[in-house]
């Protein structure tokens, strides 16, 4: 039966990782090493055959995606689809900010995320919905992928793919520039090969 490999690579340490800042959407690079760490899968797939790298268009993501467009000899679609979730009015604050002003919003999207928005954001049924439009295309119109993303996209990726309810999201850990392969079969079968490899 035929089938295509799907690998969901998260980008690395930011350079305000250390802050618990809601990042969403922002254009926050990454460290030295976080971008060190992100590349350092570049061997491991010389031999997979990758025929399209797809990322977001944030540096964090789109920067070492280039790197391996250009290492693997394969082709890179840039896509604003991929984005982390928007965190709306929380972008750039830190948990405690946010806890501290609008506390009563935050207890209330930790119980309902997946339909509870971020203020002027997006909920994860959201995220789900841009997402999984952009990754069914390419897995239509493209065999072996490679994704470089951000943890929130690749969780639901994850559980779309293997018929997960949204509600789990938070109980798949992804780490930074951890690696996920799944292979998707022609009859809508996906396998879960590993999850979160260092």
Same mark, same amino acid.
Request: proline share 3%; with cysteine; net charge positive.
């Given at each position: 039966?035929?089938?295509? #490999?799907?690998?969901?690579?998260? $980008? /690395?340490?930011?350079?305000?990782?250390?802050?618990?800042?809601?990042? /969403?959407?922002?254009?926050?690079?990454?460290?030295? +090493?976080?971008? &060190?760490? +992100?590349?350092?899968?570049?061997?491991?797939?010389?031999?997979?055959? @990758?025929?399209?790298?797809?990322?977001?268009?944030?540096?964090?993501?789109?920067?070492?995606?280039?790197?391996?467009?250009?290492?693997?000899?394969?082709?890179? @679609?840039?896509?604003?689809?991929?984005?982390? @979730?928007?965190?709306?009015?929380?972008?750039?604050? +830190?948990?405690?900010?946010?806890?501290?002003?609008?506390?009563?919003?935050?207890?209330?999207?930790?119980?309902?995320?997946?339909? +509870?928005?971020?203020?002027? *954001?997006?909920?994860?049924?959201?995220?789900?919905?841009?997402?999984?439009?952009?990754?069914?295309?390419?897995?239509?119109?493209?065999?072996?992928?490679?994704?470089?993303? $951000?943890?929130?996209?690749?969780?639901?990726?994850?559980?779309?793919?293997?018929?997960?309810?949204?509600?789990?999201?938070?109980? %798949?850990? @992804?780490? %930074?520039?951890?690696?996920? $392969?799944?292979?998707?079969?022609? #009859? *809508?079968?996906?396998?879960? %090969?590993?999850? &979160?490899?260092?």
């Amino acid at each position: 039966m035929n089938y295509k #490999d799907l690998y969901l690579l998260r $980008h /690395g340490e930011l350079v305000n990782s250390s802050k618990n800042i809601f990042n /969403g959407q922002s254009d926050t690079e990454l460290t030295e +090493t976080g971008f &060190n760490e +992100t590349i350092k899968w570049i061997n491991f797939f010389r031999d997979k055959n @990758i025929s399209i790298i797809i990322s977001s268009d944030l540096k964090r993501t789109k920067i070492p995606a280039k790197i391996y467009s250009e290492k693997l000899w394969s082709k890179l @679609i840039v896509l604003k689809e991929l984005r982390e @979730i928007n965190a709306g009015k929380w972008e750039g604050l +830190t948990y405690s900010e946010v806890m501290k002003n609008d506390n009563e919003y935050l207890q209330k999207r930790y119980r309902d995320p997946v339909n +509870t928005p971020f203020p002027e *954001g997006e909920s994860l049924k959201d995220l789900k919905k841009r997402v999984i439009k952009c990754i069914n295309k390419n897995l239509r119109d493209y065999s072996n992928i490679l994704l470089i993303g $951000h943890s929130g996209v690749i969780r639901v990726i994850i559980l779309s793919l293997l018929k997960i309810p949204l509600k789990n999201f938070f109980k %798949f850990q @992804i780490d %930074f520039a951890s690696l996920t $392969h799944l292979r998707v079969f022609d #009859d *809508g079968n996906v396998v879960l %090969f590993f999850l &979160n490899k260092t």
